[in-house]
């Protein structure tokens, strides 16, 4: 089941985190919330040409950096591949299919929080879960595959 997304508009989550509402961030971000997937910087910078072709790619990356120092989207690594972009601000986590590159949302129970235990006097501020294997329609085609 997918993780709700928070559907802000531009102006609410821009008035929301304090940063300067530019075209360029207004562009950026309704480019990432028109698709529900985890793109990386160079994959927003070819959504955001389409509608905005004097655009360049120094300046996606500077949007998508305001945007994340600003808590509007979140910037999601997985060991050594290009940073990927998610605008699900709802807690989650993220599943890497290592066959398809795929990433998928995966939504929390609230009691996983509750269950790890930090040092004493520890103030967590940003914790992340990433799980990696293999996604089910990956699954699938190598099941097919081998028959």
């Given amino acids: 089941m997918p ?72 910037q999601v690594n997985c060991e050594r591949a290009s940073s990927r972009y998610c605008p699900n601000l709802v807690p989650h986590g993220h599943f890497f299919c290592k066959e398809c590159g795929a990433v998928f949302d995966i939504p929390l129970k609230p009691s996983l929080e509750a269950s790890w235990e930090v040092p004493s006097g520890t103030l967590v501020s940003h914790a992340e879960l990433n799980l990696r294997g293999t996604c089910g329609s990956c699954t699938q085609r190598f099941k097919t595959s081998k028959l």
Avoid: W
Avoid at 55 to 60: F, G, Q
């Fill in 3 to 74: 993780t709700p997304i928070s559907h802000e508009t531009s102006h609410e989550a821009m008035t929301r985190s304090g940063i300067r509402l530019t075209p360029q961030r207004r562009h950026v971000y309704e480019s990432l919330m028109a698709t529900p997937d985890h793109p990386t910087a160079l994959e927003v910078f070819m959504r955001a040409k389409k509608g905005m072709p004097s655009i360049s790619l120094a300046t996606v990356y500077n949007c998508l950096d305001a945007l994340t120092e600003g808590g509007v989207i979140r």
